[in-house]
């Protein structure tokens, strides 16, 4: 896991996890949040979606579990 806290804006982190090949980005944002919400990225598949905070963690974890399969 990589927390990327430094004072950019938020393409910028973009950028370096992307050139980082971090494959999966979880995004904590204040709209997401204010609705309950975490955007989470697939870097491969450029696929998006907004996941409750309780399902956020579980999600995650099937996809690396998945990743190490196969």
């Known amino acids: 896991m990589l927390l990327d806290d430094r ?3 938020p393409g ?3 950028k370096d996890a992307d050139l ?3 494959p999966l980005r979880v995004t904590v944002g ?3 949040l204010k609705d309950g919400a ?3 990225q697939e870097r491969r ?3 998006r979606e907004m996941l409750p905070l ?3 963690a579980e999600a995650v974890a099937a996809r690396v579990r998945s ?3 196969g």
């Open 20 to 22: 980082l090949g971090i």
């Open 38 to 40: 975490l955007e989470v």
């Open 45 to 47: 598949s450029g696929a």
């Open 30 to 32: 204040a709209r997401g």
């Open 7 to 9: 004072d950019e804006r």
């Open 67 to 69: 990743a190490l399969a």
């Open 54 to 56: 309780a399902e956020v």
């Open 12 to 14: 910028s982190k973009f």
